[in-house]
């Protein structure tokens, strides 16, 4: 006890430290799940197309981009949820949970 208690200057401000580290990192994968401003793009690119302010061939370019980059959200939710599972698997004795995110995510 009386350790612990003369270790708190040392151990304190470490335990702070991994908090913040911490909710940066919670909050980085928040927004790198996040697909609505992406899908929001989308729209936004096609209403520019449809009122004249951007050539079609600008816009297959761009659409492509935000496609490519719903397709690295998609993959990355699937490798978090794969993580997720393996260490709950070992829980759960073994048991495998499946999730579709399936096309139709993609507008």
């Known amino acids: ?15 702070g430290m991994r908090f913040c580290f911490n909710q940066i990192i919670q909050a980085v994968d928040a927004e790198l799940l996040d697909d ?6 989308l729209l936004l690119l096609q209403l520019q197309l ?5 050539e079609e061939d600008e ?10 980059r719903l397709r690295e959200i998609r993959a ?17 004795g073994g048991v495998v ?4 995110l399936g096309e139709d995510d993609f507008g």
């Open 1 to 15: 006890m009386l350790l612990k208690l003369l270790g708190l200057p040392l151990s304190l401000p470490a335990a």
């Open 36 to 41: 609505a401003p992406v899908k929001e793009a």
């Open 50 to 54: 449809e009122e004249g302010e951007i």
């Open 59 to 68: 816009f297959q370019e761009r659409e492509a981009e935000l496609f490519q």
């Open 76 to 92: 990355y939710r699937e490798a978090r949820l794969r993580e997720q599972v393996a260490e709950q698997g070992e829980d759960l």
């Open 97 to 100: 949970v499946q999730m579709d």
